[in-house]
């Protein structure tokens, strides 16, 4: 759904500006969250370009098609808003909402060690997330290879609560999964 951006104020990417749109200046908007108009929550953004910061907002937006458009207050100009495309769209983390109990944010997952039990029955570790994809049938942990880690194969574990993820503990720092470790 979303990555954490490091910075003084930690900032969370919530999608980015793939192209423009029209020519009074709207954008197409890809959005990571969950339903995509989510991203539509914030009114006021910050774009990301390799460390180029700039504040926006947002006085119109839409669905259109199976994306999303929006106007940047002030950009009523077809080529001002190329000047926009490619740019990361995040907001302050403590702008999100907080999750519901049985909820958790993708980037809450991030850096987490992974463990299984081996055929013996020992807990070994996996990994850590590297990040989450979607796949269409579910979400998909990847696992790359840590320090510590039983060997050095990155896996792709489906985050199938109850059935192959068993608990997940961010303040541990932790997912156990069922998982056979050979795979």
């Known amino acids: 759904m979303t990555k954490a951006v490091?910075?003084?104020?930690?900032?969370?990417?919530l999608g980015h500006i793939?192209?423009?749109?029209?020519?009074?200046?709207?954008?197409k908007i890809h959005s990571n969250t969950s339903p995509m108009e989510n991203i539509l929550n914030y009114p006021s953004w910050i774009l990301d370009r390799n460390g180029e910061l700039k504040t926006v907002?947002?006085?119109?937006?839409?669905?259109?098609?199976?994306?999303?458009?929006?106007?940047?207050?002030?950009?009523?100009?077809?080529?001002?808003?190329?000047?926009?495309?490619?740019y990361e769209i995040t907001v302050n983390l403590d702008e999100l909402p907080?999750?519901?109990?049985?909820?958790?944010?993708?980037h809450?997952?991030?850096?987490?060690?992974?463990?299984?039990?081996?055929?013996?029955?020992?807990?070994?570790?996996?990994?850590?997330v590297s990040h989450l994809m979607e796949t269409g049938a579910n979400d998909v942990l990847v696992i790359r290879p840590s320090k510590g880690s039983i060997d050095r194969k990155e896996r792709l574990v489906p985050w199938l609560v109850g059935t192959v993820v068993l608990d997940v503990n961010p303040e541990k720092g932790f997912i156990r999964?069922?998982?056979d470790p050979e795979f």
């Open 177 to 179: 999964v069922d998982w």
């Open 6 to 13: 490091e910075g003084a104020v930690k900032r969370i990417t």
């Open 57 to 86: 907002e947002i006085d119109q937006a839409r669905q259109h098609g199976k994306g999303l458009v929006a106007h940047i207050v002030g950009c009523d100009d077809r080529e001002i808003a190329r000047s926009y495309c490619g």
């Open 18 to 27: 793939s192209a423009v749109y029209g020519v009074k200046g709207w954008l």
């Open 98 to 106: 907080e999750p519901e109990d049985d909820e958790i944010y993708w």
């Open 108 to 128: 809450q997952l991030e850096s987490l060690d992974v463990f299984s039990r081996n055929a013996e029955g020992d807990n070994v570790l996996l990994g850590k």
